[in-house]
């Protein structure tokens, strides 16, 4: 044999050698470096039932004007959509007479007074009877009546407003004659808005006044607004099997409207439940279960599916806060298997947080299996 093949075969030896060392070893080194998972801690929130309905609104104050008595109309001093102020005139009507009858009041009124005060000087001399001095004090006294009457009268010629806030279209003009069955406009203060809406029963005892509600006009580019429940229905509607509910709108840059139709909803909170990624839920035959790390072993957790929200779940059952849940790498756990944190301080640091732990908490971290 040449020295050239005796080389050529210890080579072939020395790869095959190096090669079967490197095919033992790679087996061992995947299994030391385990199968990457994805964990989470456990967190709980409440449960959240949304309500909605359909909502009309009106002005916090309204009114609609019309006039005390029947006359003719001499001054329009507001426009459609003005905003007035409390005791502004807003039509006039001819007050020639009620001013005249003021007149004859007061003059009547000085007259009673001045009979009475002769009759009571003469009375303390003895020169009028106490009959005499009854009479005149009575008379003083319906003179002074007739003349607040009288004033009343002079007063009703005048529609004021009320209080602050826009007033509405008119159809009185300078000139008509009017009645008090004759609308005159129309006045809301609509610096904020009521708007009332139906709720089913099965709600009833969860809403209470203060209750956060959130409103919705229809139009595309409607504004949307947050209100306040003030006062509930004390009755369930036989009909609808619903019960009344108003909330309290701030309307601070004007844009809403008394009569507005609004989308109304109403998010309530009820108890508390673990909230996992829904890659972590997974279904057997007997039901819903997830996988949390206990001692560094796999547990599998029974659980029931309470809520489903965007890329998580509400889930109830034998959880704590702080739980260890795998989130992701479910498919290649079984019971009781090890697993080892990249993190050794994980565990220890989640575990001791408090009952409700923070939603602010790290995000998911990787852990392996063995």
Not at 153 to 164: E, K
Not at 217 to 228: A, D, E, F, L, M
Not at 257 to 277: C, K
């Amino acid at each position: 044999m040449s020295k050239r093949f005796s080389t050529a075969l210890i080579c072939l030896g020395a790869l095959a050698v190096a090669a079967c060392s490197e095919s033992s070893q790679t087996p061992r080194a995947a299994a030391e470096r385990g199968v990457p998972v994805i964990v989470e801690t456990l967190r709980f929130e409440p449960a959240r039932t949304r309500a909605e309905a359909v909502g009309t609104s009106r002005a916090i104050v309204s009114a609609e004007l019309y006039p005390a008595t029947s006359g003719e109309v001499t001054r329009v001093n507001f426009e459609p959509g003005q905003f007035v102020r409390e005791g502004d005139v807003l039509v006039e009507l001819d007050w020639r007479k009620e001013a005249l009858a003021v007149e004859q009041a007061e003059l009547q009124l000085e007259d009673a007074e001045r009979l009475y005060d002769r009759y009571r000087r003469s009375a303390e001399s003895g020169a009028v009877v106490p009959t005499a001095l009854d009479a005149a004090k009575t008379a003083a006294e319906l003179a002074r009546v007739e003349l607040r009457r009288a004033r009343i009268a002079l007063d009703d010629r005048t529609i004021r407003a009320p209080f602050d806030g826009y007033a509405g279209s008119t159809d009185i003009d300078r000139g008509d004659r009017i009645t008090p069955d004759t609308p005159i406009t129309t006045l809301d203060d609509r610096s904020h808005l009521f708007v009332s809406f139906d709720i089913p029963e099965t709600f009833i005892g969860e809403l209470a006044p203060g209750d956060a509600v959130k409103l919705e006009t229809w139009g595309t580019s409607g504004p949307r607004v947050p209100g306040k429940i003030v006062d509930i229905g004390s009755r369930i509607n036989p009909q609808t099997r619903t019960f009344a509910v108003r909330a309290k709108v701030v309307n601070g840059n004007d844009r809403l409207r008394p009569g507005m139709s609004f989308r109304v909803r109403v998010e309530l909170e009820g108890e508390l439940y673990a909230v996992i990624a829904e890659t972590g839920v997974q279904w057997g035959t007997d039901g819903a279960y997830v996988w949390s790390v206990r001692d560094g072993k796999a547990d599998r957790k029974a659980v029931r599916i309470i809520e489903r929200r965007e890329g998580h779940v509400l889930v109830d059952g034998d959880l704590d806060s702080g739980d260890i849940i795998v989130v992701e790498g479910v498919q290649r756990m079984r019971d009781g298997i090890d697993v080892s944190f990249d993190v050794p301080r994980l565990a220890d640091e989640r575990l001791s947080q408090p009952a409700i732990s923070n939603p602010t908490a790290d995000g998911p971290s990787t852990a392996v299996l063995n």
